[in-house]
């Protein structure tokens, strides 16, 4: 990717829908890290996770960490990028990418295992019901991929995230990514075994359509 095709490296301290991310040396860090290794439009929509996270539940969530909030946001698709290539599902393969990164960088385990533990369970519904600062990424980028919880958000705070991080056609180029996971690893990426066997014992179960899911959400690209 040419230099010329991204965005600017974003200055951490300015205000996004009124927040502010956490802009201490490893989230700097870490935004670096995923900024290099992600398209304009992938980088976006990690940072756009955070602040819709924040601003859907981050008051009902109750005390967190805010930092662990981002860096799981931040490094939550490293998976689909150059920096972590493997043969296993993807959010494993980033989930060990930034725990690697963060205890490189000095950061505690315990916190390090949390953002493992987000980023690794973030295709499903597991961390609705973990921790705060996992309930805060999911809701994020539930948000983001599919529109969850979006309406309970200000929408002009909804605006000014998107116009500090535009969308850069996501629909179409996250969708891109995924099939590109699919062609490479067919049988890496498995669906939950009661699933499947519904789906061949109870009738042909119908497996939801993700690229419907992601079409549908209530943005214009």
Request: aromatic share 8%.
């Amino acid at each position: 990717m040419s230099s010329a095709s991204r965005d600017e490296f974003p200055d951490l301290r300015r205000s996004v829908g009124g927040l502010v991310a956490p802009d201490t040396p490893l989230a700097r860090a870490a935004a670096r890290l995923a900024w290099e290794h992600s398209t304009p439009m992938l980088f976006n929509h990690v940072m756009r996770s955070y602040f819709f996270g924040r601003l859907a539940v981050g008051r009902s969530a109750g005390s967190y960490d805010d930092e662990v909030v981002f860096l799981s946001a931040v490094l939550h698709d490293l998976g689909l990028t150059d920096h972590a290539p493997g043969p296993r599902r993807f959010e494993i393969e980033g989930a060990d990418a930034a725990r690697r990164f963060l205890c490189d960088s000095g950061c505690d385990s315990g916190r390090a295992w949390l953002v493992w533990d987000t980023i690794a369970l973030h295709p499903f519904d597991i961390n609705l019901h973990k921790e705060p600062e996992a309930r805060v990424v999911q809701a994020g980028i539930l948000g983001d991929v599919v529109g969850a919880g979006v309406a309970s958000i200000d929408p002009s705070n909804v605006a000014e995230v998107l116009r500090a991080f535009p969308r850069h056609g996501f629909k179409r180029g996250f969708v891109d990514l995924l099939l590109n996971q699919a062609r490479a690893k067919p049988h890496a990426h498995t669906i939950h075994p009661t699933h499947m066997i519904a789906h061949h014992c109870c009738g042909g179960v119908p497996i939801p359509d993700a690229q419907a899911l992601i079409e549908a959400t209530p943005f214009v690209d």
